[in-house]
């Protein structure tokens, strides 16, 4: 097993242990707001439930990334390392939603977004060139 399957299959488990988890809590959450002998003021304000789901969406979607670069990687797709570069841009993605200040949480996306379409640029020239074919087939080699 390559060391980059290794990292994406702690990233897919970590992701998927946490989307996961945080939809059993939103089930559990949706279930005890069905009961109406409970005190619903605490049960909702403790977890707010559009958050919460939000939160489950997003690394249910990271998840599924790192389950195809995991894939990928494991099978030896030719398109695997797209799916890296989709992986890598959506964790730092997930970490600007999570880390940057909420008022400039648009303009850091739309930054990244036209950093990321830079990248594909580069790696389109760079894959026309087999710079980048050389290079792979000089990480690969035994």
């Known amino acids: 097993m390559r060391p980059l399957s290794f990292i994406n299959g702690v990233i897919f488990g970590s992701t998927a242990a946490l989307g996961g988890v945080s939809g059993v809590i939103l089930f559990f959450r ?10 619903q003021t605490a049960i909702r304000s403790a977890l707010p439930l559009g958050e919460l789901g939000r939160d489950t969406l997003i690394f249910s979607v990271l998840a599924v990334l790192a389950g195809v670069a995991f894939w990928s ?19 730092v993605a997930v970490a600007i939603w999570f880390l940057a ?14 950093c990321a379409l830079a990248a594909l640029a580069v ?8 710079v980048f074919r050389r290079f792979s087939a000089w990480l690969e080699h035994d």
């Open 73 to 91: 990687q494991v099978v030896g797709r030719r398109w695997r390392w797209l799916a890296e570069f989709a992986l890598a841009l959506a964790i």
């Open 30 to 39: 949706y279930v005890l707001s069905l009961d109406s002998s409970l005190d």
């Open 123 to 130: 790696g389109a020239a760079g894959w026309y060139t087999r």
């Open 101 to 114: 200040a909420p008022a400039n949480r648009e303009l850091d996306l739309v930054v990244l977004a036209l």
